[in-house]
């Protein structure tokens, strides 16, 4: 007897094809400027100057994957600010901050 497929029990049951790899997501520069909410000149211009990581396809086609999105939010992360003292600052003088050495 001839196994059927549970979908169409008249159809003799094929081999289930391979998994496939799934196409990583890629974004456009008008995509990462858009998700970054930045312009796109900003963004042709960091990966002019090898700030950040892209993938090229031919003489002007750049595409960014998500992985390269992590990594351009992780080297675009700001440490936090100094924080201020507590003392008030006289007039004319510059903040103080707290100094950060042990």
Do not use: C
């Given at each position: 007897?001839r196994?059927?497929?549970?979908?169409?029990?008249?159809?003799?049951?094929?081999?289930?094809?391979?998994?496939?790899?799934?196409?990583?997501?890629?974004?456009?520069?008008?995509?990462?400027?858009?998700?970054?909410?930045?312009?796109?000149a900003?963004?042709?211009?960091?990966?002019?100057?090898?700030?950040?990581?892209?993938?090229?396809?031919?003489?002007?086609?750049?595409r960014f994957?998500?992985?390269?999105?992590?990594?351009?939010?992780?080297?675009?992360?700001?440490?936090?600010?100094?924080?201020?003292?507590?003392?008030?600052?006289?007039?004319?003088?510059?903040?103080?901050?707290?100094?950060?050495?042990?």
């Amino acid at each position: 007897m001839r196994s059927t497929d549970s979908r169409n029990p008249d159809m003799p049951h094929a081999q289930d094809p391979q998994p496939t790899t799934a196409t990583p997501r890629t974004y456009t520069v008008t995509e990462l400027a858009d998700v970054l909410q930045l312009t796109p000149a900003t963004v042709r211009a960091k990966t002019k100057t090898g700030a950040w990581p892209y993938l090229r396809f031919g003489q002007r086609t750049i595409r960014f994957t998500d992985q390269h999105l992590q990594a351009i939010l992780s080297l675009s992360e700001a440490p936090p600010p100094p924080q201020l003292t507590r003392r008030h600052r006289r007039r004319g003088e510059a903040p103080r901050y707290a100094s950060t050495a042990p």
